[in-house]
């Protein structure tokens, strides 16, 4: 659910702090010390802050307060200048002491700050709450009811920001996290397809399943491949289709996702250990699905289009296998090198898929490969684009929005590295060097000629003890960037 708002630029007073049991308090850190401004219990949160801030400027006070309802209270000052992964990060620690109550209610203080700075910081507390409130998979007999976050009240910032694209954002990072984190066998092909089948009539999308049938019609070999070893073939190509108006064109943005449900890596299995997690392996088409509710939610004036390649990594007597020689539907023969590199082969039919409507931009998401986490670790994502112009705000992006990217080569002269005796390209290479790029030079081979394009190798999908404000360690990592890139940067 989605909890109501009220907000007044005025401070609370003494009887509205008293009456709300839950409070997170911000206040400016600048030069001339700390605003308290005309906060009601200045008196008594003074010099516990005080005794905090002795060892850690930055450090967050934990209290309650002598009244009634015995306020819990988290408190910390902020630099007005603080950066956005800085500022979420301080948010989900804010929240943090207060996630454990489940509280229905929540009272938010800025004190001290601009209309904008208290905006921004207003943002960062909200965002960090709904992620805490976000419901997340848990099977335990013995989990507890969770009582959902009903309301919010905010004072300290203007009224006329009204935080919708933050509710959005969360509703699309929440469904995305929620998705991945799903048990192998809870979110099978079968039951994701029909679980954004519904989502698709509550959103007003177009759907259509592109099954195994039509994929052989479309002669989208490198995808059957992959999905060969599965009885139940039950693998296939979600599109979705969001328009803003009837008679709006085609040519938008298309958000392409990876939705392998569970990878065992095929003939060339796992060993145990890299099993583990497996089922995330479709947190590309779970991110791709969040930032399109994201913005239908925003009512977004421009068409967009999704494409999730879901299917299952299974092992089998029909296993797809090193040397074999498949041809995906723009023509080109791949030669198997390696089984786990699944990923690459639903995405080439998918891309081929996505990039022949000529949209004007195509954006995939993947947790693609183990070299761009051993590049990056798990803080930053990898971005890659065939368009050498975007990168300041690319990189842009991911500073504005906290959800951080770093950009690596595609230059041509990396595919001598997937040069094939027998078909057009390896699949990828057997030495393994820098797969994050060979990866997304393979990628690039499925994107129709002129059509502009960027890959999202998520290698902060999942990061243990969660990023920036996100408390769970299943991220959905790329909801807030996107749309950073493409509502502020303004991509398109
Ligand atoms: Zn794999």
């Known amino acids: 659910m989605i909890p109501t708002l009220k907000q007044t630029s005025r401070l609370p007073t003494r009887a509205q702090i008293d009456a709300v049991e839950h409070w997170v308090v911000v206040l400016r850190d600048?030069?001339?010390?700390?605003?308290?401004?005309?906060?009601?219990?200045?008196?008594?949160?003074?010099?516990?802050?005080?005794?905090?801030?002795?060892?850690?400027?930055?450090?967050?006070?934990?209290?309650?307060?002598?009244?009634?309802?015995?306020?819990?209270?988290?408190?910390?000052?902020?630099?007005?200048?603080?950066?956005?992964?800085?500022?979420?990060?301080?948010?989900?620690?804010?929240?943090?002491?207060?996630?454990?109550?489940?509280?229905?209610?929540?009272?938010?203080?800025?004190?001290?700050?601009?209309?904008?700075?208290?905006?921004?910081?207003?943002?960062?507390?909200?965002s960090a709450a709904l992620a805490a409130a976000a419901d997340m998979p848990d099977y335990r007999s013995r989990a507890k009811e969770r009582a959902p976050l009903e309301q919010l009240y905010l004072y300290g910032a203007a009224p006329r920001h009204r935080f919708a694209r933050s509710i959005a954002e969360s509703e699309g990072n929440a469904l995305a996290r929620e998705l991945t984190a799903l048990p192998p066998n809870e979110l099978t092909p079968t039951i994701y397809r029909k679980r954004i089948m519904t989502l698709a009539r509550e959103s007003g999308w177009q759907a259509e399943f592109i099954g195994i049938n039509?994929?052989?019609?479309?002669?989208?070999?490198?995808?059957?491949?992959?999905?060969?070893?599965?009885?139940?073939?039950?693998?296939?190509?979600?599109?979705?289709?969001?328009?803003?108006?009837?008679?709006?064109?085609?040519?938008?943005?298309?958000?392409?996702?990876?939705?392998?449900?569970?990878?065992?890596?095929?003939?060339?299995?796992?060993?145990?250990?890299?099993?583990?997690g497996m089922h995330e392996d479709m947190e590309g088409s779970a991110v791709a699905l969040g930032i399109l509710l994201t913005l239908t939610r925003l009512k977004v004036r421009l068409p967009v289009d999704c494409w999730l390649a879901i299917a299952t990594n299974h092992?089998?007597?029909?296993?797809?296998?090193?040397?074999?020689?498949v041809k995906a539907a723009n023509g080109t023969s791949i030669e198997v090198i390696h089984s786990d590199a699944e990923g690459r082969m639903v995405l080439a039919d998918t891309l081929v898929l996505a990039s022949r409507a000529k949209p004007r931009l195509v954006i995939d998401f993947a947790t693609l490969t183990g070299s761009?986490?051993?590049?990056?670790?798990?803080a930053y994502s990898g971005v890659f684009t065939n368009q050498p112009g975007w990168w300041k705000r690319l990189i842009q992006a991911g500073i504005d929005s906290g959800e951080r990217v770093w950009p690596f080569p595609l230059d041509e002269d990396y595919d001598q590295a997937l040069e094939s005796k027998i078909a057009d390209v390896k699949q990828c290479s057997e030495a393994g060097e820098a797969d994050h790029i060979l990866g997304a030079r393979f990628l690039g081979r499925f994107v129709e000629q002129g059509v502009p394009w960027i890959h999202v190798d998520l290698s902060s999908g999942n990061r243990k003890g969660g990023l920036a404000h996100i408390p769970t360690d299943t991220t959905g990592f790329g909801v807030r960037y996107t749309l950073n890139l493409l509502l502020d940067q303004k991509l398109l």
Request: hydrophobic fraction near 45%; glycine fraction near 8%; aromatic fraction near 6%.
């Open 214 to 276: 039509q994929l052989q019609k479309k002669e989208a070999g490198a995808f059957l491949a992959v999905c060969q070893a599965s009885p139940e073939r039950d693998a296939g190509i979600m599109h979705l289709r969001y328009r803003p108006a009837a008679k709006s064109t085609d040519a938008g943005l298309a958000l392409v996702g990876k939705g392998i449900c569970y990878d065992t890596g095929g003939v060339n299995v796992k060993p145990a250990r890299y099993m583990l």
């Open 30 to 126: 600048s030069r001339t010390g700390l605003h308290w401004a005309k906060f009601p219990y200045a008196e008594v949160l003074e010099a516990p802050l005080a005794r905090v801030r002795k060892d850690a400027p930055d450090a967050i006070l934990t209290t309650d307060l002598a009244n009634a309802k015995a306020g819990h209270v988290t408190l910390t000052a902020l630099k007005s200048d603080i950066v956005a992964f800085d500022l979420l990060s301080r948010a989900g620690k804010l929240l943090a002491p207060h996630s454990g109550h489940k509280p229905a209610e929540l009272g938010i203080a800025v004190l001290g700050f601009s209309p904008r700075q208290a905006e921004r910081i207003a943002e960062a507390i909200i």
């Open 372 to 378: 761009c986490v051993q590049a990056l670790g798990k």
């Open 315 to 325: 092992i089998g007597p029909g296993s797809y296998k090193p040397n074999d020689v």
